[in-house]
DNA sequence: ATGGCTATGTAGCATAGA
């Protein structure tokens, strides 16, 4: 099975980029973050028409998750269980036996932020309630944005973001809690180029200028993980005209 | 160098992202 994360920054702007990676790289499912569309507006037809079903939640200019499956994909759970949250950033949903969680975690903005708070609980109510999903149902991919650079391996220049939000030792306590239920990063399961990284501010060429951080993450299960076959980001797709600021991290298993 | 770039909502800028 072939699974993808990608945070779109806009599914109005990047719907083309989309259908064309799509029919190029055939995932059996890919988790959407950022999608900034309503529900009412989602582009069901014309992920349809290349052969994908889609479920989604969505908000108005901000956040905004969806799950493309080739598959129709079942059971679909909006949120965190137990967590009211008026931001619509988790949506879950059963494709071919393996239950997927489509997450897009809290910026933060930064640690002096009521924002950077709002991400500590959420993460906190994320936690406890994946754990309580995966004693439930032992094939689980977490798949997205979840705006953590989980080592200093996964930042350009570490002593810069030292501390600074996405880096912080609380956030990366948060992430090893995901780890500590059992999940694996997928990506550190295989060797891996240096200066691997998903994301890359727009500006200041940050991009050419390999200056990013790694904080999309697909996460899998134990027994996924034992079968997993590949992972990678397909960096390619920073390169386009108009590109997402986020590239897709792909595994395989 | 606390800027810079992009997207959205909405009609000249404000907010957010990371």
């Known amino acids: 099975m072939k699974l993808a994360a990608w945070n779109v920054n806009s599914l ?14 055939q995932p059996d499912a890919v988790c959407l973050q950022e999608t900034k569309v309503e529900d009412r507006n989602f582009p069901s037809q014309a992920i349809e028409h290349s052969g994908y079903r889609a479920v989604f ?8 998750v969806a799950i493309l499956a080739r598959e129709s994909p079942q059971a679909v759970e909006h949120g965190i269980g137990g967590f009211i949250d008026p931001q619509k950033r988790v949506i879950s949903a059963t494709v071919n036996d393996v239950r997927l969680v489509c997450a897009y975690v809290p910026n933060g903005q930064s640690l002096d932020s009521d ?11 994320f936690s406890s309630w994946l754990d309580a999903e995966s004693k439930k149902q032992a094939r689980i ?23 600074q939000v996405l880096c912080s030792p609380a956030e990366r306590a948060a992430f090893q809690e ?14 891996q180029p240096e200066k691997s990284f998903s994301w890359w501010d727009y500006r200041m060429n940050a991009f050419q200028r390999k200056m990013g951080l790694r904080i999309d993450h697909v996460l899998l299960s134990d027994g996924l993980a034992r079968d997993c076959k590949s992972s990678r980001i397909d960096i390619e797709m920073r390169r386009n005209e108009r590109p997402s600021d986020h590239a897709p991290v792909i595994a395989v298993f």
């Open 12 to 25: 109005k702007v990047r719907l083309p980029q989309l259908l064309d990676w799509l029919a190029r790289e």
């Open 57 to 64: 939640s969505g908000q108005k200019t901000y956040n905004g």
């Open 115 to 125: 924002k950077y708070r709002y991400k500590l609980d959420w993460l906190k109510a």
């Open 141 to 163: 991919a977490v798949l997205g944005d979840f705006n953590i650079a989980p080592e200093d391996r996964d930042v350009h220049d570490p002593k810069a973001w030292q501390g």
């Open 178 to 191: 995901l780890i500590g239920i059992g999940f694996k990063d997928s990506f550190r399961l295989f060797d």
